[in-house]
């Protein structure tokens, strides 16, 4: 007996803390093996590059906790990239537009969703996979499948007169203080959203609906409300996403969303474990995805192909998929 309960604290130990200290390992070991892994400038730029799929990994976030799931976000960040774009190279407008347009649009996509899922009764899964299709359709068509870029030649051959304005790619490059804007942006939503989720009262009963809808529902909790807020709060990060990716390559990029789904999917469950929360939230989210981060950076130094990224990115998904599971059925024993 007494044997059977050591292994069960162990196995705690090992999913409370095995994400971090996983993390920390290599960081150690490629700090031995790299002189210049362990720098200012490798850390910085390891947070840069996952400043856009921190922010679509929290909306993922904000549709687990109330016991949903989106799809469509990749998609949905590729249509607020182009729009982004478009909207100051073909039409010629200003910053402002250029990125509050392509949130609002976001969010009107995760209101259509919330409606799908919690009007209609579609099943989440469902609902937002057609989504997806359907926001990657209209962005193809809107494009007519070009990249948008700086006075590009239009598909009946004549040049659009506008720019990506520098001062809207300072967004995604510039810097203050040596840290990256786009870090900047990245850490304080992180921030903020772990002060609403677990410091206000909207933020609890996110979780209350999340726990156990019917007992919401019996305890006077709006419960379809919580929960077409979660989508909405979804499809507006996954807008400041795209936003934030049209800031940083500079141009409106077809599909650039698209790998980002698996992504932001593998480090919202890999938060479910860290410390052992047993349910999403923001912190182990963030962590999950410096630890995508840090394991591509390290694959990039040892020069490994890009391509056998998605391996390392399926590893994590299982195990963060795992992990998940083994919380939940010890929970529910």
């Known amino acids: 007996m007494a044997q059977g309960t ?36 490798n850390i910085t730029g390891i947070l840069q590059s996952i400043s856009i799929v921190t922010l679509v990994a929290i909306g993922v976030t904000f549709t687990l906790i109330v016991n949903g799931f989106d799809m469509s976000v990749g998609s949905i960040v590729s249509l607020a990239s182009v729009v982004s774009a478009s909207i100051m190279v073909w039409f010629e407008q200003s910053v402002w537009l250029a990125v509050l347009v392509p949130i609002v649009i976001g969010g009107l996509i995760g209101l259509c969703n919330a409606f799908l899922v919690v009007k209609v009764r579609i099943p989440d899964l469902l609902a937002t996979l057609a989504a997806l299709y359907i926001v990657k359709g209209i962005h193809l068509v809107y494009t007519k499948g070009y990249s948008i870029t700086s006075n590009m030649v239009m598909p009946d051959q004549t040049t659009a007169l506008g720019v990506i304005s520098p001062t809207f790619l300072k967004i995604g490059q510039g810097t203050i203080a040596n840290i990256p804007i786009s870090v900047i942006i990245m850490i304080a939503a992180v921030v903020l959203v772990y002060i609403f989720l677990h410091y206000t009262r909207y933020g609890r009963l996110l979780y209350a609906v999340g726990g156990n809808q019917e007992a919401a529902r019996l305890s006077g909790i709006p419960v379809d409300r919580y929960r077409v807020s979660a989508y909405l709060l979804s499809g507006l990060f996954c807008g400041l996403a795209g936003v ?25 469950f890999v938060g479910y474990s860290v410390l052992g929360a047993g349910k999403p939230n923001v912190g182990g989210t963030f962590v999950g995805t410096v630890l995508i981060g840090v394991l591509l950076n390290a694959l990039t130094m040892l020069n490994l192909p890009y391509y056998a990224h998605d391996i390392v990115k399926g590893t994590v998904l299982i195990f963060a998929l795992s992990a998940t599971y083994y919380q939940m059925r010890h929970r529910f024993r």
């Open 6 to 41: 050591g292994k069960d604290k162990l196995l705690h130990l090992l999913f409370r803390y095995g994400t971090l200290g996983f993390i920390a390992f290599i960081i150690v070991l490629f700090s031995i093996v790299n002189e210049y892994f362990f720098t200012f400038n």
């Open 244 to 268: 934030l990716m049209t800031a940083r390559i500079g141009t409106g990029q077809v599909d650039g969303g698209a790998p980002l789904l698996m992504d932001a999917v593998a480090a919202a």
